[in-house]
């Protein structure tokens, strides 16, 4: 039988793991409850600190040391091993503030997509990236310190702890897995071509949209890394802006880095490569004062990317494809590459644009496998995607040859 795993730092926090045990419990859920914290506790756990520090790397004696951050550390190396090697973990709730928090969400980002994960943390109103990740960590903002119970935490505490069993008493329909799985990236100024492309290839494949935010973009890549994804249909490659640029949207440096590591089918594109994002207007560092900008809403700015960092993101992708090995078809669309770049539109900047194609010629080594396709069609075209998915067809059963 499957179990939820409730962990935490019992040192500071025994009671409030052992109520949210006993929900899990009182729903029909078995648990295991997980002590993490250094410093005793261990008359409320089911695994003392001890077993899962057994774990580490380097043995025990890396996790119990005198230096607090070093702990945390340690210890959610710890458990990163411990959680990845139990055969009979369900489901996974964790209780923290900062530490607790940091030692738990890196081990629940270690455990697959769609393993039941819950963080309850005291900073789950805040920038969630970090504690997030690529991976599906649901957190739970206490409203209070997890630091005792009183009626605020019980309640909450309780929501939680009721989320996961419902995750994991509940099944979700199952569906024959039978279609080949795809994976295409898409923002809102490239929704057309990529609803278009689904539309023509839901029938043979399974489509699994990723929207270009920056997590989305590690989730792709995490998605493809992990095998079983058959192709790739990149069209909206903005992420390099905010990486390059500066943006809040960046998806790293490994961006493009999974399809060159998997080898697979790849149909690419500059989807919104003529912007950089940022949240409201106050967010804009000051050294682009005076630049264009559009304010896609009230916690979304976006600024248009000039002929200089255009060049610089096309080199940039270009070195990226050519380390790919398996087949490639990289498709510029000259007329325009988001909704907003478009004749009269408020991105429209053929110079730029211009500067972006030309880095790409210049720095693509084509060959018989890794190809540019030149298309004079707007990224929004239905003809830009019927191309785009005629492409991937071509490669994806031939092999590019």
Not at 12 to 25: I, N
Not at 207 to 231: K, N, P, W, Y
Not at 323 to 336: I, M, T
Request: proline residues 4%; glycine residues 12%; negative net charge.
């Amino acid at each position: 039988m499957k179990k939820a795993y409730v962990v935490g730092t019992a040192d500071t926090k025994g009671p409030e793991l052992q109520f949210v045990r006993d929900l899990l419990g009182d729903a029909g859920v078995s648990t295991v409850l997980v002590n993490v914290g250094t410093k005793g506790g261990e008359q409320y756990a089911d695994i003392p600190a001890a077993e899962v520090a057994a774990c580490h790397p380097d043995g025990p004696a890396a996790v119990f040391v005198n230096d607090r951050g070093r702990a945390v550390i340690e210890m959610s190396r710890a458990l990163t091993e411990f959680v990845t090697a139990r055969d009979d973990l369900g489901g996974i709730i964790g209780l923290g503030g900062s530490g607790g928090s940091g030692i738990v969400a890196p081990a629940m980002q270690a455990l697959p997509i769609g393993v039941p994960k819950v963080l309850v943390s005291t900073l789950a109103s805040g920038d969630v990236s970090a504690y997030v990740g690529a991976s599906d960590v649901n957190m739970f903002h206490p409203v209070t310190d997890v630091s005792g119970l009183n009626r605020v935490s019980r309640r909450l505490l309780g929501n939680a702890a009721h989320a996961l069993a419902g995750m994991m008493r509940f099944k979700v329909p199952q569906v024959e897995d039978d279609k080949p799985a795809l994976v295409l990236s898409m923002f809102g100024v490239t929704t057309p071509a990529v609803q278009a492309m689904t539309t023509r290839l839901t029938d043979d494949f399974d489509c699994l949209v990723f929207h270009a935010t920056g997590s989305g973009g590690r989730c792709m890549e995490q998605i493809i890394d992990q095998g079983g994804v058959t192709g790739v249909l990149d069209i909206t490659t903005t992420e390099v802006c905010d990486l390059l640029v500066g943006g809040f949207l960046s998806a790293g440096e490994d961006r493009l880095g999974a399809m060159a590591r998997m080898k697979l089918p790849f149909v690419g594109s500059c989807g919104a490569l003529d912007m950089v994002n940022f949240w409201g207007p106050e967010t804009v560092p000051a050294e682009f004062k005076g630049r264009k900008f559009y304010h896609h809403n009230a916690q979304v700015t976006l600024m248009r990317t000039t002929a200089e960092e255009c060049a610089r993101i096309g080199a940039w992708i270009g070195r990226k494809l050519n380390a790919c090995e398996g087949p490639v078809r990289f498709l510029l669309p000259l007329r325009g590459v988001s909704a907003l770049d478009i004749e009269g539109g408020d991105f429209h900047d053929p110079e730029a644009d211009a500067a972006l194609f030309q880095a790409l010629r210049d720095t693509v080594r084509q060959t018989d496998l890794r190809r540019l396709v030149e298309l004079d069609l707007h990224i929004n075209d239905d003809a830009f995607a019927s191309a785009a998915v005629t492409h991937f067809k071509e490669i994806y059963t031939t092999g590019g040859t």
